[in-house]
């Protein structure tokens, strides 16, 4: 069964204090791993798609990276407005139905 | 990406009624979906709605209980029927992307409280 587990549930960091979030993944036939941001109240904003292995985004303090068996979100020195709940999703070939992780609640103190 | 706007952004409804969510987008997009996020839990897909067909809907989620409209490209409606307290969610439309019919793009949800 495909499935996505995402790691830790919750985090706190303090600012500047730069950490990773994981999303492993079981699935059969990846098509595409993609990485939101939710605040509170909102709906999810889209940071990175990858496709496969090796692949690596950036964005700001922001770098998500590809593996056969899991996906990191990388966060650099990290500001108090970088807090939020970090989602890993993922579809497989032949669809575009998204499965999503619960998500990475992130706290970063001043 | 597409500006997506929903309607109502939150509602508190009794027991037994029904409420009709709207998903508006600023362009004509192939693919939307309806997702439900219950609290303090990640994103379940409802059903996928395209133009001109009928919607497909994921295990667990049947056409009486979620009927869904799309009548053009840039709208759709979500009804959640006959309401119970357990259908008290966070309701969410997306949209594929104008590049990329894999990525998907979120409307700022409808918060929805059943009493």
């Known amino acids: 069964e495909d499935q996505v587990t995402q790691s830790p549930e919750a985090l706190r960091l303090q600012e500047g204090e730069s950490s990773s979030l994981n999303c492993s993944y079981t699935?059969?036939?990846?098509?595409?791993l993609f990485w939101y941001r939710q605040d509170p109240g909102k709906g999810p904003e889209f940071l990175f798609t990858?496709?496969?292995a090796g692949e690596e985004k950036e964005k700001e303090r922001l770098k998500a990276t590809l593996t056969k068996k899991e996906s990191f979100l990388h966060i650099t020195a990290p500001k108090p407005e970088d807090s939020a709940t970090y989602l890993c999703?993922?579809?497989?070939?032949?669809?575009?139905?998204?499965?999503f992780g619960t998500g990475t609640r992130l706290k970063v103190l001043a | 990406s597409a500006v997506i706007s929903q309607k109502p952004s939150r509602d508190i409804c009794q027991r037994g009624t029904s409420l009709t969510i709207q998903c508006q987008v600023d362009?004509?997009?192939?693919?939307m979906f309806w997702y439900r996020q219950q609290p303090g839990q990640s994103l379940t897909l409802i059903a996928t709605?395209?133009?001109?067909?009928?919607?497909?809907?994921e295990s667990g989620f049947v056409i009486d209980k979620f009927p869904i409209s799309r009548p053009n490209l840039t709208f759709s409606t979500l009804t959640v029927s006959n309401m119970s307290p357990e259908d008290s969610s966070i309701y969410l439309c997306?949209?594929?992307?104008?590049?990329?019919?894999?990525?998907?793009?979120f409307g700022p949800g409808t918060r929805l409280t059943v009493l």
């Open positions: 997306s949209v594929d992307g104008p590049f990329s019919t894999d990525t998907q793009y």
């Open positions: 699935v059969s036939g990846l098509r595409g």
């Open positions: 990858l496709y496969s």
């Open positions: 999703a993922f579809t497989t070939s032949g669809t575009y139905k998204y499965i």
């Open positions: 362009s004509q997009v192939t693919m």
């Open positions: 709605a395209n133009q001109g067909s009928e919607a497909t809907y």
